[in-house]
């Protein structure tokens, strides 16, 4: 069966630090990939999302990067992170169909 | 561009009772795919039931139930026997079919379902 990783469970940066969050799923190839934000108590907004190896797509300009370095795997970077970056990130992934999107177990990250 | 919209910030039910939380849509597709995801508390992103635009029948799982109006753009779920694990934010989402940017979801905002025992 398929499963994804989302790591870590919680982080606390100060402003001006670098980030790096991982996201990998396992049973399947050839996923597609995404990376939510989840600002408190509002829905989900879409920052990323990878249809293949180096492929990615934005969705909204913002201090925040994606990459995929390998096929099941998602890193969500920045090189400076803003009062503006908490939030709730999570990581999910969808098989090439009209199949729902599977979501890992996000990371909360505050920034101090 | 598709927008989700649900009216109900906050709901609350008996248990055992049966509650209705609502969603609408805006698109000018004919076919597409609706979804309500739940998050409990632990915050975890669940599947709860889906929904193809081109299937009339209501999709059902168990104690959830849809009631898809696609003239209307409505996309309500229906939970009967409320118990208290279904405490959580619910989430209505929808997917364009194809490829490219139409892979994502559009989310509501949510919808917090509390359960009183």
């Known amino acids: 069966s398929q499963t994804i990783h989302q790591w870590p469970a919680t982080l606390v940066q100060p402003v001006g630090s670098p980030l790096s969050l991982e996201c990998t799923v396992e049973g399947t190839s050839n996923p597609n990939l995404y990376w939510y934000r989840q600002a408190a108590g509002r829905g989900l907004q879409l920052l990323f999302y990878?249809?293949?190896?180096?492929?990615i797509s934005s969705e909204v300009p913002q201090n925040l990067s994606a990459s995929r370095p390998q096929d099941r795997q998602f890193i969500l970077s920045s090189k400076k992170l803003l009062l503006s970056d908490s939030g709730f990130y999570l990581c999910?992934?969808?098989?090439?169909?009209?199949?729902?999107?599977?979501f890992g177990d996000g990371t909360r990250l505050s920034i101090l | 561009a598709q927008t989700v919209t649900q009216s109900q910030p906050e709901m609350s039910v008996q248990e055992a009772e049966t509650v209705t939380l609502s969603c609408t849509y805006d698109t000018s597709e004919s076919d597409y795919y609706l979804f309500w995801y739940k998050q409990p508390p632990s915050r975890q992103m669940i599947l709860v039931i889906r929904?193809?635009?081109?299937?009339?029948q209501n999709a059902t799982e168990n104690r959830f139930s849809v009631n898809f109006q696609k003239a209307a753009k409505s996309f309500s779920l229906k939970i009967s026997d409320s118990q208290l694990g279904d405490a959580a934010m619910y989430f209505c989402a929808y997917r364009s079919p194809g490829g490219g940017s139409a892979r994502q979801l559009t989310f509501g905002s949510g919808t917090q379902l509390t359960v009183l025992p």
């Open positions: 990878s249809v293949g190896i180096g492929q």
């Open positions: 929904q193809e635009a081109y299937k009339q």
């Open positions: 999910a992934w969808s098989v090439r169909s009209n199949q729902p999107q599977h």
